[in-house]
């Protein structure tokens, strides 16, 4: 399991995991657009308006503030206070995440996050390897790579800790871009001692190639800022007369204003999605002037989640792609932030969103109109063929 990678569950069973890149709805369609009077510019959720009760519903976000004041004025914790009514309020996806938590979170949205450009993974016998490492950081800049045993972090042995607990230790508790980070770590029979200054490094999210067959292969890992905008990029410079596959599997959702954005390099503007805040219905529309003739396939799976749900069912709802491979997640709810005394961030739902032909996606996911559970990239290629674009 590598260190960095975020899986979106239930808070029942995620709170621990600490934070998920998607949120699963993430600050979703309202502070990704603009629409609760967040800033869509680029600053930090730090930044936004994290008030509670014009965002969520009345009741439930007002009984969540007047349980962690009231903890708060016993001197209890209001965060723990808060995360009590949000499991009695039956919200799947509400969770309660401390100020590190949570700055931490706006950073992944951010698509960037200070650490040394390491991902771990644990072996059997508990070792911590380096799974990963980030071209141009500085730990490929120290000549560490893939395969490398990490023994310890400043000085602290970290055989048979959790991965996550091992990136948070890479990454330094509120350590910011320039402080160091001693690493021990052994390749083979020799061992050695790293010394590292932690720097601002982006988070890889969509990643292109152009195919011999013509074909333009375009993965998207996660929705954070500027995510869309690559993927419109990656379309207008693609060399005519070859199709597109875009590969949204395992890609757990993001802004749902970057995903918008990805559609709008396939669609010449028009409906994406609708959602509801308090009953209030509401509207997402591409771009116009995106390419409309490239034959596409969409490749997605079970781990295909929000924000990228959304745009697999905007493209296969307006006749756009292909759609292919399993059925999604199912997470088509908005989540709205609420800061509490301590500092702490309480997540409530506050509505759903809908494809263009008004299909739900909470609880149901998307089906693909291909359903293939292995060779998918062997299937999509025959598919593309089918839609006239050599293979």
């Known amino acids: 399991m590598s260190g960095l990678d975020r899986c979106p569950r239930p808070r029942s069973v995620r709170r621990g995991a600490a934070l998920t890149l998607v949120f699963a709805g993430l600050l979703a369609t309202g502070v990704a657009t603009g629409s609760f009077g967040g800033d869509p510019s680029g600053r930090d959720h730090n930044d936004r308006d994290l008030s509670a009760r014009s965002a969520a519903p009345a009741s439930s976000s007002e009984r969540v503030a007047d349980a962690a004041a009231e903890a708060m004025a016993d001197g209890k914790s209001p965060a723990a206070a808060a995360e009590e009514e949000v499991s009695r309020s039956g919200d799947r996806w509400g969770a309660v995440y401390d100020p590190a938590e949570y700055r931490a979170f706006a950073e992944e949205l951010d698509g960037a996050y200070i650490g040394v450009g390491l991902w771990t993974r644990s072996g059997d016998d508990g070792r911590i390897e380096v799974d990963r490492v980030q071209r141009g950081g500085p730990a490929e800049r120290a000549g560490i790579r893939t395969g490398d045993r990490l023994r310890s972090i400043d000085g602290r042995p970290i055989a048979g800790k959790p991965v996550r607990e091992v990136a948070e230790l890479l990454r330094g508790t509120g350590s910011g871009e320039g402080t160091r980070v001693e690493l021990g770590l052994q390749r083979g029979s020799r ?43 990656a379309v207008r410079t693609a060399p005519q007369g070859g199709g597109v596959v875009l590969d949204l599997r395992g890609n757990s959702g993001g802004l749902v204003a970057e995903s918008v954005t990805a559609a709008s390099a396939f669609l010449d503007g028009g409906l994406v999605a609708t959602y509801d805040v308090r009953g209030e219905q509401r509207a997402l529309h591409a771009r116009g002037g995106g390419d409309t003739d490239r034959p596409l396939v969409a490749l997605v799976d079970g781990g295909t989640m929000s924000a990228a749900e959304l745009l697999a069912g905007a493209l296969q709802d307006r006749g756009r792609a292909v759609v292919l491979g399993s059925r999604t997640f199912g997470k088509g709810s908005v989540q709205m932030p609420s800061r509490l005394p301590d500092g702490s961030v309480a997540e409530l739902t506050v509505g759903h969103y809908r494809t ?36």
């Open 191 to 233: 061992t050695w001692t790293e010394s590292l200054r932690r720097a601002r490094l982006e988070r890889p999210t969509v990643t292109v190639e152009q195919r011999a067959d013509g074909t333009l292969w375009i993965k998207v890992s996660a929705f954070t800022k500027g995510t869309g905008e690559r993927v419109r990029e």
């Open 356 to 391: 263009p032909s008004g299909r739900g996606v909470d609880g149901r996911g998307i089906t693909p109109d291909v359903d293939v559970d292995e060779g998918a990239e062997a299937r999509a290629r025959t598919v593309l063929s089918g839609l006239g674009t050599p293979s």
